[in-house]
T-cell receptor, first 109, second 117 residues
Framework: GQNIDQPTEMTATEGAIVQINCTYQ??????LFWYQQHAGEAPTFLSY??LDGLEEKGRFSSFLSRSKGYSYLLLKELQMKDSASYLCAVSDSNYQLIWGAGTKLIIKP | GAVVSQHPSRVICKSGTSVKIECRSL??????MFWYRQFPKKSLMLMAT?????????EQGVEKDKFLINHASLTLSTLTVTSAHPEDSSFYIC?????????????FGDGTRLSIL
């Protein structure tokens, strides 16, 4: 079966760094996406990885290891507005997105 | 770029009413659009994949006669919840994927919060 695992909830301090992990087992792989979703709102696209390595975009970076079926989203210089759920999604062999349940990130002052 | 507009943002109506939700890609063409449903504190649940000019593909357990999908153009898909009942109350979100080829990200509308009394 297809499976995406990510922690349910994480807590971090304003100004700090946090890493949100995602492991996956899917039928085929055509890339991994990270989305941010604030409570009561729709998801917004953050990053896309299809090759191994680190993609950096401002305070956010995303890493992929295809051999390990593993990705992480790294958030630096955390701000209160970063409190949200972070969704990991894998594009399978049919280009369908398989969604993780999301990681709720709580930022404390 | 890559803006998706979803309308209406909120609907409150009586049981038995049919509700239509529109999803438009404003600055790109989208061969494929997706309709999701999300319950509070739960993950996104894909309901159906909407392809321009053809019938939608529904996920297992989703009633196609209950949730009518029309994707008449490359920029518009509609979801109609027919004869809605309180159990249909939920947050419905659409997304659209650019037709440029390759593996483009899905861009989401703002969602429609549907409340059936």
């Amino acid at each position: 079966g297809q499976n995406i695992d990510q922690p349910t909830e994480m807590t971090a301090t304003e100004g700090a760094i946090v890493q949100i992990n995602c492991t996956y087992q899917t039928s085929g792989f055509n890339g991994l996406f990270w989305y941010q979703q604030h409570a009561g709102e729709a998801p917004t696209f953050l990053s896309y990885n299809v090759l191994d390595g680190l993609e950096e975009k401002g305070r956010f970076s995303s890493f992929l290891s295809r051999s390990k079926g593993y990705s992480y989203l790294l958030l630096k210089e955390l701000q209160m507005k970063d409190s949200a759920s972070y969704l990991c999604a894998v594009s399978d062999s049919n280009y369908q997105l398989i969604w993780g349940a999301g990681t709720k990130l709580i930022i404390k002052p | 770029g890559a803006v998706v507009s979803q309308h209406p943002s909120r609907v409150i109506c009586k049981s038995g009413t049919s509700v239509k939700i529109e999803c438009r890609s404003l600055d790109f063409q989208a061969t494929t659009m997706f309709w999701y449903r999300q319950f509070p504190k739960k993950s996104l649940m894909l309901m159906a994949t909407s392809n321009e000019g053809s019938k939608a593909t529904y996920e297992q357990g989703v009633e196609k006669d209950k949730f009518l999908i029309n994707h008449a153009s490359l920029t518009l898909s509609t979801l109609t919840v027919t004869s809605a009942h309180p159990e249909d109350s939920s947050f419905y979100i659409c997304s659209a994927r650019e037709s440029r080829g390759g593996n483009q990200p899905q861009h989401f509308g703002d969602g429609t919060r549907l409340s059936i009394l």
